[in-house]
C-alpha cells in the first residue's frame, strides 16, 4: 500500500472517465436483476473501452521504480515521504506526509487537494510546475551531500513462546542467537534468501544484515505498541540506498517534464494521485 501518481495524456484519461461513467450507468440500471446474462454481455460489449496506463522510462534511470509517468511512495518506513525528510533532517518540520522533501512538498505549489481533484492540468497549471520541477531538483541537489541518518526499531515480535527469550538473554545468548540466525539463512535457497533480504524480524529479535549490514550509530531503549521492550537505533543509510533516494528525486524533475510536454502538445494532461 502506498501513495501512486500516474501522469497520463488527456485522451487516455477521457476515455477512461467515459468507461466508468457508462460501466457505472450499466451496474446502476433499476433493471439491472432482471437482465438475462445475455442481455448483459450485450450491453456490456457497447461500454467504451478502459485505456490501460502506459509507463514510460526515465530517460537516465531506466530500471527505477520511478518513471516518466508514474511516482510512488510506499507507507512503511522505505517510502520517499519518510525516507527523505528523514535524510535531508527536515522529519520534524511538518506533519507527514507533507514534511520538506516529500511528494506532498514537491507538488505543493499546484496548490491542489489531490483527495477527490479531477486531476487536469492546462496552461495554467505551467508556472506551477516549473515550481514544482525546481523543488524537486532542491530535493535531489541537497540528498547529495546530506548526513543520511535514519533510525529504526528492533525488538522481538509476538511467537511461539518456545521461541520466546524466556528471560533476559545475556550477550553470549544473544550472540548464540546470531549464529543461528546466520546458518539458518546460509542453508536457505538463494531464491529464499534473495525474497527475504538480510533484514528481518522474529520472536527474538531483529537481524540487520549477514553478508553485509548497517552502520549503527547509536540506541536508545522505549516500549513498543504492545508494550514489548523496544530499541530504537540510528543509522546511516549506505551510498547506494541514498542514490536511489536521489534518482528518484531527479525522475520527478522527468516527471515534471513529461507533464510539460503533454500540455504543450494537447493544450491539456491528467495526474492522478490514490492512497
Not at 486531476?119 to 531538483?137: F, H, K, Y
Not at 513529461?258 to 504543450?264: H, P, R, T, Y
Request: net charge negative.
Amino acid at each position: 500500500m502506498g501513495l501512486d501518481i500516474y501522469l497520463s495524456p488527456i485522451a487516455d484519461a477521457a476515455a477512461n472517465k467515459r468507461h466508468y461513467e457508462a460501466e457505472n450507468a450499466f451496474y446502476e440500471r433499476p433493471d439491472y436483476d432482471q437482465l438475462t446474462d445475455e442481455q448483459k454481455d450485450e450491453i456490456r460489449a457497447t461500454i467504451p473501452p478502459y485505456v490501460s496506463h502506459e509507463d514510460v522510462p526515465s530517460t537516465r534511470y531506466p530500471d527505477h521504480l520511478f518513471n516518466r509517468r508514474y511516482l510512488r511512495s510506499s507507507y512503511n518506513a522505505g517510502g520517499f515521504n519518510h525516507a527523505v525528510p528523514d535524510m535531508l533532517a527536515t522529519n520534524e518540520t511538518g506533519t507527514y506526509p507533507n514534511q520538506y522533501g516529500s511528494l506532498y512538498w514537491i507538488f505543493e505549489p499546484m496548490g491542489r487537494e489531490w483527495d477527490g481533484d479531477e486531476g487536469t492540468l492546462t496552461g495554467a497549471d505551467v508556472p506551477l510546475l516549473e515550481q514544482c520541477r525546481a523543488r524537486a531538483l532542491e530535493v535531489a541537489e541537497k540528498l547529495k551531500t546530506a548526513d543520511p541518518l535514519r533510525t529504526g526499531t528492533a525488538s522481538g515480535m509476538l511467537g511461539d513462546r518456545d521461541h520466546l527469550w524466556r528471560r533476559p538473554p545475556s550477550e553470549a545468548e544473544v550472540l548464540a542467537w546470531y549464529r543461528e540466525e546466520q546458518r539458518r539463512h546460509a542453508a536457505q535457497d538463494p531464491k529464499q534468501r534473495e525474497m527475504f533480504g538480510e533484514g528481518y524480524s522474529n520472536a527474538k529479535g531483529t537481524v540487520f544484515g549477514f553478508d553485509s549490514g548497517i552502520e549503527i550509530l547509536a540506541a536508545t531503549a522505549t516500549v513498543g505498541i504492545l508494550g514489548q521492550p523496544e530499541a530504537i537505533i540510528v543509522y546511516r543509510a549506505s551510498k547506494e540506498t541514498v542514490e536511489s533516494y536521489i534518482q528518484s528525486a531527479e525522475i520527478v524533475v522527468e516527471f515534471i517534464d513529461e507533464a510539460l510536454m503533454l500540455i504543450e502538445r494537447d493544450s491539456m494532461a491528467h495526474l492522478s494521485w490514490s492512497g
